[in-house]
């Protein structure tokens, strides 16, 4: 069987592909929150992705097919059908946050007066035409965004050193326990980067120290978020909480701007091209995951799960602050439930299932 | 097949970048658009806010005339409605990204001006890296002013805020999102320079009296008419003389809540900045030093000031410790004649020092009282009590200035 990825993309997948959706509005969301102590909040959630993904590495290192595959051979179809609909349900719900942001952010910084709602239609049609594509794609995504991201990341945060003001983020825990984790879990939506990994898992060439090298790239693709929140509080201190595009705002202080004008749009244009495949990837998901369960064309499967996002969208926009709020207050315990607790807690089972089975199969030699 | 697939994704992306990223088809006519400079706020009788903009006009010429000079004025009982208001009385659509300066008249002194200053934190279609000033005078009357600096005025302005590398750092710079981060901190004080106009005696005094219809007695409102496209009496200049206006941005208005609570003069400015700046390359006058016959004047550049602020905090209160330590030379004196130290740059003479230091500690002490006095904390003395001394904040952050000593350690050296 042909593996879809290889170790490094999916090393350039989360450095790359995953920290930049979390550049927009997030950071103001949490310090909201946990104010100065926002980093820790994103810091909890790091962590919590990283064990889920380090159990499940753990527990399906040997396996030759995905989570999803290896939960039909385990449990049958019936189980391994409702678990993929359940997380056709957690990407769509993944896609509605980032999509409005960075909608609203082009909008709102790119354009003088409101743009057609139809401006946002060729965004769609990438999202669709990724959508088409086999596995391979993911993988082709983040070794051509690897560099665009790395120039973005690199201009992003020189330009916004300078500016920062690491002691604002002193005292470290002032906000209290409380309200850090109320900051972690409003985030929850732009987390849970451990359900990509399902399909990782089982599905790369494998080689040597794989393990090392993809626990290395989560941990530094949680540092750039980390770092990128340090930043952003650092430089707008007790205003941070109103910035609700920091992508924007974190780099445009520096002295150089000043004299030599806007050149920081380089970066942002980066990391906002980077942003669009970022967006399409729940999509994408969800659309491998749909032709698995029903007798449809993959072509008909991504028209069908983009559809809902483009019509809330374009046409119910005025409810977004409904929506936002569902999504972030209400529906971030089911992220943490199949983004972490459920994908960590099935991959023990399968283990202690395939063990059993290996022994089994020794036994009758 | 696979071409086909690649002509596909790149006819994609192209329209990405064509409709959603670029906004080409989003753009204004580029004759109905006022690519605002600077803006002036001030307060009308009636309580509403009057926006004057000053426009720079594109011309289909590369002389820098004073054409480029227009202002148009719109008012409305939010800062966010008078703009508006300029759109819809002029039909220019008000393109602010441009816009560098933001000038606050005279009538917010006893005003929370955060009511006015809040819009251009909040809105996307200024940046808030524009640069914040408070006029003595209305806001409209410092942008109507003509200067020998330059044609537009708030360039001129901007001139003087934002001094080139080898000038002193005489001025408490403050752009908008420096202002509102100071007001929204737990010590809710913030700052910004206080703009005078200076009236030059030249030579042309008298016809630039006549011109600028009339320069208020007091010497801080030379308004030069005009506004609109310059020509012969519009703005002193006709047949390219310039105005005779200049301004004087050394002084700092003090803000505690949104409203001003005092000022810090020029020498007071000066070493605010040499506590908070990089102070490199500033130059300062030592009067009146005693060298055991004449009093001579020296003239100091600091080629390096490391300033220092801390706290030590205890039940018994917040002891404030400053401590300035200046590398500095001499670059000139009014001696009869240069002794050996000012010849070869040698370590400063002992009386320099001592004067300098003198002068230095006392003007530190003057700006930690204007601090008590005013209430205004520019020190940042609660930031640092929130920061570094978080278990004694709860017990200080209501009181912190009454309970507030201080200790001041000023050192000058010369070369070593």
């Known amino acids: 069987m042909i593996k879809a990825f290889k170790p490094r993309q999916i090393c350039f997948f989360y450095v790359a592909i995953l920290p930049v959706i979390k550049f927009f509005m997030m950071p103001s969301l949490i310090c909201g929150i946990s104010g100065e102590d926002l980093w820790i909040s994103v810091l909890i959630n790091c962590l919590v992705d990283f064990t889920a993904i380090f159990i499940v590495y753990i527990c399906l290192k040997d396996a030759d097919c995905d989570f999803f595959t290896l939960n039909e051979r385990l449990f049958g179809k019936a189980f391994s059908n409702t678990v993929a609909a359940l997380y056709i349900v957690f990407f769509l719900l993944k896609t509605v946050m980032p999509l409005n942001e960075v909608k609203d952010y082009v909008e709102m910084t790119l354009y003088i007066t409101s743009p057609s709602i139809f401006t946002f239609m060729p965004v769609f049609a990438l999202i669709i035409f990724v959508c088409i594509h086999h596995l391979r794609v993911v993988g082709r995504i983040a070794d051509g965004m690897l560099i665009v991201a790395l120039i973005g990341y690199a201009f992003m945060f020189a330009l916004a050193l300078p500016n920062t003001d690491f002691g604002a983020l002193l005292p470290v825990g002032a906000h209290g326990a409380k309200n850090i984790l109320q900051g972690s879990y409003v985030s929850e939506p732009w987390f849970n980067d451990c359900a990509y990994f399902l399909f990782f898992m089982g599905n790369y060439v494998k080689g040597k120290k794989d393990g090392l090298k993809i626990f290395a790239s989560v941990a530094v693709s949680a540092v750039i978020v980390i770092f990128f929140c340090m930043l952003f509080y650092g430089t707008f201190t007790s205003i941070a909480f109103r910035q609700r595009f920091a992508l924007t705002e974190i780099s445009k202080y520096t002295t150089v701007i000043n004299n030599t004008e806007r050149f920081d749009y380089i970066p942002i244009f980066a990391l906002l091209f980077t942003a669009v495949f970022s967006l399409a990837l729940p999509f994408y998901f969800a659309t491998e995951l749909f032709v698995r369960i029903l007798p449809v064309k993959r072509n008909l499967a991504a028209v069908i799960i983009s559809l809902p996002s483009i019509i809330l969208l374009l046409f119910f926009e005025e409810y977004f602050a409904t929506v936002e709020n569902f999504i972030t207050q209400i529906a971030s315990g089911f992220f943490i439930l199949f983004g972490t607790v459920f994908p960590a807690t099935l991959a023990v089972i399968m283990k202690i299932r395939l063990s059993k089975e290996h022994k089994f199969e020794i036994q009758r030699g | ?416």
């Open chain 2, 1 to 416: 097949m696979k071409f086909k697939g690649v002509k596909i994704a790149a006819i994609i992306v192209a329209a990405v970048f064509l409709l959603f990223f670029s906004n080409d088809f989003g753009l204004i006519d580029i004759e109905k658009t006022a690519i605002i400079t600077a803006v002036a706020i001030d307060l009308e009788e009636d309580g509403e806010y009057k926006i004057t903009a000053q426009i720079a006009v594109p011309e289909a010429t590369d002389t820098n005339t004073e054409n480029l000079r227009a202002q148009i004025a719109g008012k409305g009982s939010t800062v966010g409605a008078a703009i508006k208001n300029i759109g819809d009385t002029s039909g220019w659509f008000p393109q602010l990204c441009f816009c560098n300066l933001i000038i606050v008249g005279k009538g917010f002194s006893d005003y929370n001006i955060i009511k006015v200053l809040d819009y251009f934190s909040k809105t996307l279609r200024i940046q808030d890296s524009a640069l914040i000033v408070m006029a003595e005078t209305d806001g409209a009357e410092l942008l109507k002013l003509s200067t020998p600096l330059d044609n537009i005025s708030s360039f001129a302005l901007q001139k003087i805020l934002l001094k080139n590398a080898g000038l002193n750092r005489d001025i408490a710079m403050c752009d908008v999102k420096s202002f509102c981060t100071g007001y929204y901190s737990d010590a809710g004080s913030a700052y910004m320079p206080l703009i005078k106009v200076v009236l030059q005696k030249a030579e042309n005094e008298k016809t630039s009296a006549e011109d600028t219809d009339g320069a208020e007695s007091s010497g801080s409102a030379g308004v030069a008419g005009g506004g609109s496209s310059g020509g012969s009496g519009s703005g002193g200049e006709s047949g390219g003389a310039k105005g005779d206006a200049i301004f004087n941005a050394n002084t700092t208005a003090l803000f505690l809540h949104g409203k001003k609570v005092g000022e810090l003069d020029a020498d007071l400015t000066l070493a605010f900045n040499a506590l908070t700046r990089d102070f490199a390359t500033s130059t300062f006058e030592v009067k009146d030093v005693n060298t055991g016959g004449e009093p001579l004047n020296y003239l100091l550049t600091v080629f390096s000031c490391k300033a220092s602020r801390s706290l030590t905090v205890s039940e018994n209160g917040i002891t404030l410790h400053v401590s300035l330590d200046v590398y500095a030379k001499i670059s000139d004196m009014n001696g009869e004649t240069s002794d050996l130290e000012y010849i070869k740059n040698l370590p400063l003479p002992v009386y320099v020092k001592e004067r300098a230091e003198a002068d230095f500690t006392e003007r530190i002490t003057d700006l930690i009282r204007t601090e008590i006095q005013t209430g205004c904390d520019f020190l940042d003395v609660k930031k640092e009590l929130y920061r570094k001394h978080h278990s004694y904040y709860s017990v200080y952050k209501d009181n912190f200035i009454e309970n507030l000593s201080y200790s001041v350690s000023v050192s000058f050296t010369g070369q070593k």
